[in-house]
Structure formats: structure tokens, C-alpha cells
């Protein structure tokens, strides 16, 4: 337990060593520390009458808690006083490195990608987004994965998502094959009438292409949905 009503007013140097975030850590594991004392590591030093772990709780309840503070831009943080460019981009590279280390890694070349081995990878790194994001990953003759490229950003719709973006990329990397990934903040991954007719369109061009598109995967909240795997779509 923290000893903030005992240590208030109090810079940390001055706490018990065992109560310091940073000690603690060191003796007892990052596990063992709460979410304000590890972002008052971060923080390193507090402000005028206020210790890093008092400053630290006050982000927290400022920006709703961890979870939205990986939201919170450079220049929003900025705004409290006491946080400087410096600290910002400590706390954003800190939350960026642990989103990403979530994502179970997708190397060029790998091959049979499933549907829950994509969702594995992308699910963490696109939980928190609240903006849609329509990818493409591309394959070669052998199904190997050869790039995967974001196509759009924002809500998708037919005249966003075009076919002639979707393929310029798979033509560029001469991909024989695709797979279609999108989000859906909402967090519910059943797709749109919107999504089907999407799919329709982009399935019916990489026909004419020669591209085959393998699946469309809809992520939402700790779920997905696969067009392949429902067999919509899709059709070989």
C-alpha cells in the first residue's frame, strides 16, 4: 500500500526507502507496484508541494486512467503542470513500447497465417484505436507474407476504400494473394452491410486482377469475425 497521507507534501527522497516506487521495484518486481507508482518512475521528479507519485495519481484521474492516458497527446500532457515535453514522451514511448510488445510479432515470410494468428497480432495493437483502420496484408506465390501496408484511416466507406488503393500496393509487391483487416471501436466486430459490399467489391477486382483475397477479418473488443471463416465472400 502507498503511504501518500503520511508522505503528502513530501518529495520522495525523503520517504522510506521502502516506500520509494523505484526501490520497491528493484526488491520486489514491477508487478508489486500500482499504476501510479510506476508512471511516478517515469515521472521521476513531481512539482512545488507535490511528489511524482501525488503528480502521477493526478494524471490518472485527470485522464480517466491508464487506459485513456494512451490516448492523451504530447500536447495534452503538456497542459498539466509539471509535465514538460520531455516527461510526455517518456509516458507515451513507455505505454507505446508495452502496446506493442502485446502484439505476438508477424515476420515477411511466415506462411498459413490464420485467421487467430492475425487477430493475435493486430488485436493489441489496435484495441485502444478510435479511429477505423483498414489494412492489407500481402503474400507471394507460396503464401508467404510479403508486407502489410495500412490503406486508410478514419470511418470506412465504398468511396474511401477503393479498389484501385487496395491493389496498387499488392501490384507494386507483386502479391498473388491478400488478406482485408479493419477495426471497429465500437468493439462489436460484426460487420456492416457496409463491410459486405466492401468485400464484394474488393473480392470480384482481385479477381480481374489476379489477386486472390483470402479473407477479411473485422476485429472488435477482444473478438473477431472471419469472413473465410463464416464463408462469406470469400468463395475460391
Known amino acids: 500500500?502507498?503511504?501518500?497521507?503520511?508522505?503528502?507534501?513530501?518529495?520522495?527522497?525523503?520517504?522510506?526507502?521502502?516506500?520509494r516506487p523505484r526501490e520497491r521495484l528493484i526488491r520486489h518486481g514491477p508487478e508489486t507496484l500500482s499504476d501510479a507508482q510506476l508512471l511516478a518512475i517515469l515521472l521521476?521528479?513531481?512539482?512545488?508541494?507535490?511528489?511524482a507519485v501525488e503528480m502521477a495519481h493526478h494524471l490518472l484521474r485527470q485522464f480517466g486512467g491508464l487506459a485513456a492516458l494512451k490516448q492523451i497527446s504530447v500536447s495534452e500532457l503538456c497542459s498539466v503542470?509539471?509535465?514538460?515535453?520531455?516527461?510526455?514522451?517518456?509516458?507515451?514511448?513507455?505505454?507505446?513500447?508495452?502496446?506493442?510488445?502485446?502484439?505476438?510479432?508477424?515476420?515477411?515470410?511466415?506462411r498459413a497465417l490464420s485467421s487467430r494468428?492475425?487477430?493475435?497480432?493486430?488485436?493489441?495493437?489496435?484495441?485502444d484505436s478510435k479511429k477505423e483502420h483498414f489494412m492489407?496484408?500481402?503474400?507471394?506465390?507460396?503464401?508467404?507474407?510479403l508486407k502489410e501496408i495500412t490503406v486508410s484511416t478514419g470511418s470506412l466507406?465504398?468511396?474511401?476504400?477503393?479498389?484501385?488503393?487496395?491493389?496498387?500496393?499488392?501490384?507494386?509487391?507483386?502479391?498473388?494473394?491478400?488478406?482485408?483487416?479493419?477495426?471497429h471501436p465500437s468493439g462489436d466486430p460484426a460487420p456492416s452491410p457496409e463491410d459486405r459490399e466492401l468485400t464484394r467489391r474488393l473480392v470480384k477486382a482481385g479477381r480481374i486482377m489476379g489477386i486472390k483475397v483470402l479473407d477479411h477479418i473485422v476485429l472488435g473488443d477482444g473478438r473477431y469475425v472471419s469472413f473465410a471463416d463464416q464463408g462469406w465472400e470469400i468463395h475460391d
Request: charged content about 25%; overall charge positive.
Open 1 to 19: 500500500m502507498e503511504s501518500l497521507r503520511m508522505n503528502t507534501g513530501k518529495g520522495i527522497k525523503n520517504w522510506p526507502e521502502i516506500e
Open 136 to 145: 492489407l496484408l500481402m503474400f507471394d506465390g507460396k503464401n508467404r507474407l
Open 81 to 110: 503542470d509539471g509535465i514538460g515535453p520531455a516527461k510526455a514522451a517518456q509516458i507515451l514511448a513507455s505505454l507505446e513500447l508495452g502496446r506493442r510488445s502485446l502484439a505476438q510479432p508477424l515476420h515477411g515470410g511466415l
Open 44 to 51: 521521476r521528479t513531481g512539482r512545488r508541494k507535490s511528489s
Open 157 to 183: 466507406s465504398l468511396n474511401i476504400v477503393h479498389p484501385r488503393e487496395v491493389f496498387k500496393a499488392a501490384v507494386r509487391e507483386s502479391a498473388s494473394s491478400v488478406i482485408l483487416l479493419h477495426n
Open 117 to 127: 494468428d492475425i487477430y493475435c497480432h493486430y488485436f493489441p495493437l489496435l484495441r
